[in-house]
């Protein structure tokens, strides 16, 4: 199932529907099931430390809660740094009509994580952009991630910035084991 | 997290050095709207015996199971809904939704078109990059142009030293490939030609490493993919 963006490119808006490209789609994919005695397939769920519950899928819901215990809604969150995320982060979902800037260097998207891969239908692109993309450039459009081409077609890639600083001798690394960052999970799918 | 890994060079002299993810990577801490700290929790709604397969295998037609659930309200657990479930363990659940002291496990292979292709004993694949097993140089250089357009760089990791003798070794690692203008390709194994497989069962990386220099400072960054940039072949 596809999505559909806008983009403006030299003055005209451009739809293009995009649609991902994953692992799944590309590779297939492996999947571990239990089997009980008699092989019947069983499912995973999650037991609770006092053994008293077991939960499926469904059987919770994730919600943030204030120093009372309270339910705290969403909307009502407000981000610490939000400035800064803002400024940092690219959204991965695309929508609206954005301004797409470029040529920009490879050393621009290099510097990014890529969050997500879409293919785009060429038909639907701009001759000007397409006879452009075909001559190696690529295009940012802010928000929406950098438009490229190979030989395989013409793909948006979504993505964030990753800054790094220069590392001097003098520094010191923290190892916190407890650190919470979505790097934990580093290769822990099963494939 | 950071963690520890042996790095080699062009010349395969090795050295431990830290893995770091990107510092801003982390999601923003998030409040109350004034300002107090809230935290984020799994709440029980409903455990898998108060579950509609598991209320029907209790009523074994639809017109018992509604008289139940109007009578005694079966599919609420007054003890246990709106609890925090706090900390679990993973355990298989049999069909009739008992948990298992011991399950067999089965791997099922899908192709890219979702069909499954083979159903065999699971072989477990064991992490080649740790504190005893290097990454490797592989000598192959990569323009950026050329990485970008071939593979998505889904993670990256910055390479660190872990004393003072690590430090002029990524130093140096990091003028090289800055002159080269080139990032070189990293791998595992004995001859460095396996992709990384960071953690048991993990998903194998390509991975390549760029590097810079400012003055007595280095950047050594490790761009990873497990993402070619093609068209699925349906």
């Given at each position: 199932?596809?999505?559909?963006?806008?983009?403006?490119?030299?003055?005209?808006?451009?739809?293009?529907?995009l649609?991902?490209?994953?692992?799944?789609?590309?590779?297939?994919?492996?999947?571990?099931?239990?089997?009980?005695?008699?092989?019947?397939?069983?499912?995973?769920?999650?037991?609770?430390?006092?053994?008293?519950?077991?939960?499926?899928?469904?059987?919770?819901a994730?919600?943030?809660?204030?120093?009372?215990?309270?339910?705290?809604?969403?909307?009502?969150?407000?981000?610490?740094?939000?400035?800064?995320?803002?400024?940092?982060?690219?959204?991965?979902?695309?929508?609206?009509?954005?301004?797409?800037?470029?040529?920009?260097?490879?050393?621009?998207?290099?510097?990014?994580v890529?969050?997500?891969?879409?293919?785009?239908?060429?038909?639907?692109?701009?001759?000007?952009?397409?006879?452009?993309?075909?001559?190696?450039?690529?295009?940012?459009?802010?928000?929406?991630?950098?438009?490229?081409?190979?030989?395989?077609?013409?793909?948006?890639?979504?993505?964030?910035?990753?800054?790094?600083?220069f590392?001097?001798?003098?520094?010191?690394?923290?190892?916190?084991?407890?650190m919470?960052?979505?790097?934990?999970?580093?290769?822990?799918?099963?494939? | 997290?950071?963690?520890?890994?042996?790095?080699?060079?062009?010349?395969?002299?090795d050295?431990?050095v830290?893995?770091?993810?990107?510092?801003?990577?982390?999601?923003p801490?998030?409040?109350?709207?004034?300002?107090?700290?809230?935290?984020?929790?799994?709440?029980?709604?409903?455990?898998?015996?108060?579950?509609?397969?598991?209320?029907?295998?209790q009523?074994?037609?639809?017109?018992?199971?509604?008289?139940?659930?109007?009578?005694?309200?079966?599919?609420?657990?007054?003890?246990?809904?709106?609890?925090?479930?706090?900390?679990?363990?993973?355990?298989?659940?049999?069909?009739?939704?008992?948990?298992?002291?011991?399950a067999?496990?089965?791997?099922?292979?899908?192709?890219?078109?979702?069909?499954?292709?083979?159903?065999?004993?699971?072989?477990?694949?064991?992490?080649?990059?740790?504190?005893?097993?290097?990454?490797?140089?592989?000598?192959?250089?990569?323009?950026?142009?050329?990485?970008?357009?071939?593979?998505?760089?889904?993670?990256?990791?910055?390479?660190?030293?872990?004393?003072?003798?690590?430090?002029?070794?990524?130093?140096?690692?990091?003028?090289?490939?800055?002159?080269?203008?080139?990032?070189?390709?990293?791998?595992?194994?004995?001859?460095?030609?396996?992709?990384?497989?960071?953690?048991?069962?993990?998903?194998?990386?390509?991975?390549?490493?760029?590097?810079r220099?400012?003055?007595?400072?280095?950047?050594?960054?490790?761009?990873?993919?497990?993402?070619?940039?093609?068209?699925?072949?349906?």
């Amino acid at each position: 199932m596809g999505r559909k963006i806008e983009i403006a490119f030299q003055g005209s808006i451009l739809r293009l529907a995009l649609h991902r490209v994953d692992r799944r789609r590309l590779y297939g994919t492996a999947r571990r099931i239990g089997l009980d005695a008699n092989g019947n397939e069983c499912t995973s769920a999650m037991l609770t430390r006092d053994g008293r519950n077991v939960l499926g899928p469904g059987s919770t819901a994730g919600m943030y809660l204030d120093e009372q215990g309270d339910v705290i809604a969403r909307e009502d969150l407000a981000r610490v740094d939000e400035r800064e995320w803002e400024t940092t982060c690219d959204k991965t979902e695309p929508s609206g009509p954005h301004e797409l800037a470029g040529p920009v260097p490879a050393k621009a998207l290099l510097e990014c994580v890529a969050g997500a891969v879409y293919e785009v239908d060429v038909a639907e692109l701009d001759s000007k952009l397409a006879a452009s993309l075909s001559r190696g450039d690529i295009y940012h459009a802010p928000n929406i991630g950098f438009l490229l081409a190979n030989e395989n077609g013409v793909f948006l890639i979504s993505a964030e910035p990753a800054r790094f600083d220069f590392a001097r001798r003098d520094r010191s690394v923290v190892i916190d084991d407890d650190m919470d960052d979505e790097y934990d999970d580093l290769g822990f799918e099963a494939m | 997290m950071i963690r520890k890994v042996r790095l080699e060079d062009a010349k395969r002299r090795d050295g431990l050095v830290y893995l770091s993810p990107p510092p801003r990577m982390s999601k923003p801490e998030l409040r109350t709207a004034d300002g107090g700290p809230v935290r984020f929790e799994k709440i029980i709604k409903s455990p898998m015996d108060r579950s509609e397969s598991a209320l029907r295998r209790q009523n074994h037609n639809d017109d018992s199971l509604a008289r139940a659930l109007i009578e005694g309200d079966p599919e609420i657990d007054m003890e246990a809904a709106g609890r925090i479930a706090g900390a679990c363990d993973r355990v298989w659940v049999d069909p009739e939704g008992e948990p298992l002291y011991a399950a067999s496990l089965m791997e099922i292979v899908y192709g890219p078109d979702g069909e499954e292709k083979e159903r065999r004993a699971p072989v477990d694949v064991e992490a080649n990059i740790g504190e005893e097993m290097p990454m490797r140089w592989t000598g192959r250089f990569f323009k950026p142009d050329e990485i970008i357009r071939r593979f998505a760089i889904t993670r990256k990791f910055q390479i660190l030293h872990t004393d003072g003798l690590t430090f002029d070794f990524l130093h140096r690692m990091a003028a090289t490939l800055e002159k080269k203008d080139a990032l070189v390709s990293m791998g595992a194994g004995p001859k460095g030609c396996n992709p990384l497989v960071f953690e048991r069962n993990g998903t194998p990386h390509r991975a390549f490493l760029e590097g810079r220099t400012k003055g007595d400072t280095y950047l050594l960054i490790l761009h990873l993919s497990n993402l070619e940039i093609k068209r699925p072949a349906s």
